[in-house]
């Protein structure tokens, strides 16, 4: 995605529209959509290099390198990379809570066992409404 926010400009707006900085896991990444997003920095290595230490700059050097990107059909590419990130949060809660659930069962806790099945049957309709934004496949 920064690849794409980084290297296509009339891509950059959609990116800031669908991307929601909370479901990104990764620090790094999360701090240079902030500071574009927040218009900080502009959408230049240069621009985005200056605020950032410089045990850091290797890193957007090689994520403004490293991408697997079809050119032909940038906007899907958005669309799955967003779909994906909120597919995989999703499954990571999920697999937490039946663990957590497994832990509450086990001590025989039948409230918080009850709570997280709330919670999971939450997400679990959750997770079909994002299996309906699934992007098509060109």
């Not at 009339?10 to 990444?29: G, H, P, Q, W, Y």
């Not at 050097?61 to 079809?70: F, N, P, V, Y």
């Not at 832990?103 to 009850?114: F, K, L």
């Amino acid at each position: 995605l920064l690849s794409i926010y980084l290297g296509f400009p009339e891509e950059a707006s959609s990116v800031k529209n669908i991307l929601d900085l909370d479901e990104l896991d990764n620090t790094f990444v999360k701090k240079i959509f902030s500071l574009l997003f927040e218009k900080k920095a502009e959408p230049t290595f240069d621009s985005i290099s200056i605020v950032l230490a410089p045990e850091e700059q290797p890193l957007l050097t090689r994520l403004m390198i490293e991408h697997s990107l079809d050119v032909e059909n940038v906007e899907e590419n958005v669309q799955w990379y967003v779909f994906s990130i909120k597919k995989r949060n999703i499954a990571l809660a999920l697999n937490e809570l039946a663990r957590q659930i497994e832990i509450a069962g086990s001590s025989g806790d039948n409230d918080s066992v009850t709570r997280l099945q709330k919670e999971q049957h939450e997400l679990l309709a959750k997770k079909q409404q994002i299996d309906k934004l699934r992007p098509s496949q060109n």
